[in-house]
């Protein structure tokens, strides 16, 4: 089955502007999470989505926001980007988020490169 | 709140030798814990994780990684790394109490296994 899904895969943006990347998790999974990925600052969890709730958030600014749709598909949006944005963006996706049942797996898509100049 | 810390930024080791990537944590409550390994231009892939039961978990193309609840670590192990390993390699944990998939990583470790 297809894995998840992010696009777009590449995007540069212009200081001030905003953006919004798109994440279509496993087929069958609700859970979805984003995380920001920069040399300097690691992998960060922004935050996670269940059924269409946002369930836990990371320690990042009101810039970043998410939503997730009733097919569990999410976005988040980045305003007001500032050039410390510029990170490669992954999503993931689980059954539920309850990693402690064996079988649950937390899965990531290939990310989406977002450079603000 | 949970920590993680990757020892070494980078790991050089030629091909066919050993390899240990150290990994430990600190967090107040039960965490399960994870090894992911990120190639080039890619995203994350699990390598394994540790839930419960027997400390010493193993992946599917050599490498295993045994969790100390005593030194708070879960270093991973190869004993014969091949050119393909070569990538990141990040160390996760997640409460293993709450209803989360939050995971929090450390800073990834470079493996890079030289002919």
């Known amino acids: 089955k297809a894995g998840v899904t992010q696009t777009p895969r590449y995007l540069i943006k212009t200081r001030g502007q905003q953006v919004t990347l798109s994440c279509s998790p496993i087929?069958?999974?609700?859970?979805v999470s984003w995380y920001q990925q920069t040399p300097g600052q690691g992998l960060q969890f922004l935050f996670e989505?269940?059924?269409?709730?946002?369930?836990n958030k990371g320690n990042f600014p009101g810039r970043f926001s998410g939503r997730q749709f009733s097919n569990s598909r999410s976005e988040m949006n980045v305003s007001t980007l500032e050039l410390g944005d510029s990170a490669l963006y992954l999503c993931?996706?689980?059954?539920?988020?309850?990693?402690?049942?064996?079988?649950?797996?937390?899965?990531f898509g290939e990310g989406s490169w977002l450079t603000v100049v | 709140a949970q920590s993680v810390t990757q020892l070494d930024s980078q790991v050089p080791v030629f091909e066919e030798a050993p390899v240990e990537l150290r990994c430990n944590y600190s967090?107040?409550?039960?965490?399960?814990l994870f090894w992911y390994v990120q190639y080039p231009n890619q995203g994350l892939q699990l390598l394994l994780k540790?839930?419960?039961?027997?400390?010493l978990v193993e992946s599917i193309n050599g490498f295993e990684a045994e969790f100390n609840k005593s030194q708070t670590s879960f270093h991973l192990r190869k004993p014969s790394v091949h050119i393909s390993d070569t990538a990141e390699y990040f160390c996760?944990?997640?409460?293993?109490?709450?209803?989360?998939?939050?995971?929090?990583f450390g800073q990834g470790t470079t493996l890079q296994v030289k002919p």
């Open positions: 993931a996706s689980s059954l539920d988020g309850q990693l402690r049942a064996k079988g649950n797996t937390i899965y």
């Open positions: 087929s069958g999974h609700r859970s």
């Open positions: 989505y269940f059924s269409e709730t946002q369930r």
């Open positions: 967090s107040s409550v039960s965490v399960y």
């Open positions: 540790y839930l419960s039961g027997s400390t």
């Open positions: 996760a944990v997640s409460e293993s109490s709450g209803n989360t998939g939050k995971l929090i």
